[in-house]
């Protein structure tokens, strides 16, 4: 059982810990209030910042030229980057030792990012998705996936942008640069018709990913597991 995995890799996904407890949001409660609750003030807001964010843990690990391709280094980079061009572009990534911000101020920004952590997926995903902002996910290129995954798609519910996860760190730095230029492209083609019909579907969606789906969901999984196991 996987609260997620690589696409290419078997097993079997189940909802991962934060429908019940929250990992890093500041509304401490289950995923069924936080729908409440962030919809509750995200959708009053009708002017955001032109501004892509991101903020999260630095998830970089160790900076020497050893082979390893499960750490991203995304975060940091993507950060490093943006500084290194002068901050150019409208982007702001907030590593964690910096001022906390909570979810609900997020809704405030036009664009927010979804990066991958310690491991190529992020539990944040679905919180991203109520905000009314539109949601660029960047995926390495054997994207990892969890249960609602396939209810998503690029273009129809959020932008992607992937990732080319190189095999040795003093290479990664070069990949977020490629990422950097891709980001910057999708924020100067896409239009505000389409920003508006992203983001509204991606609301909907995300909204039927309630506790009754989730009952739904894990009461077809059991039966389906004894039947072909037990």
């Known amino acids: 059982f996987y609260f997620a995995k690589c696409i290419n890799q078997n097993g079997i996904l189940i909802p991962d810990w934060t429908f019940h407890t929250p990992y890093k949001s500041k509304i401490k409660t289950n995923w069924h209030n936080q729908i409440i609750q962030i919809s509750k003030v995200c959708d009053r807001i009708t002017e955001k910042k032109d501004l892509v964010f991101f903020q999260g843990a630095d998830t970089s690990g160790t900076s020497k030229p050893v082979k390893t391709s499960k750490k991203t280094l995304i975060r940091r980079n993507l950060k490093n980057v943006g500084l290194d061009k002068n901050n150019n572009f409208p982007m702001e990534i907030l590593i964690d030792d910096e001022p906390k911000t909570s979810i609900t101020d997020w809704c405030s920004y036009k664009y927010l990012l979804d990066l991958p952590g310690a491991h190529p997926w992020s539990v944040r ?40 996860n190189k095999e040795y760190l003093e290479e990664k730095y070069e990949s977020a640069e490629k990422t950097y230029s891709d980001i910057k492209k999708v924020v100067k083609e896409v239009n505000e018709e389409d920003i508006q019909r992203i983001t509204e579907s991606a609301n909907k969606k995300i909204k039927m990913v309630n506790n009754k789906m989730l009952t739904f969901y894990f009461e077809t999984l059991i039966n389906q597991y004894l039947e072909r196991f037990c």
């Open 125 to 164: 995903f679905k919180e991203l998705l109520l905000t009314g902002s539109l949601v660029i996910k960047v995926d390495v290129k054997d994207r990892w996936i969890n249960f609602y995954s396939d209810i998503f798609k690029p273009s129809e519910d959020y932008i992607q942008v992937i990732f080319d």
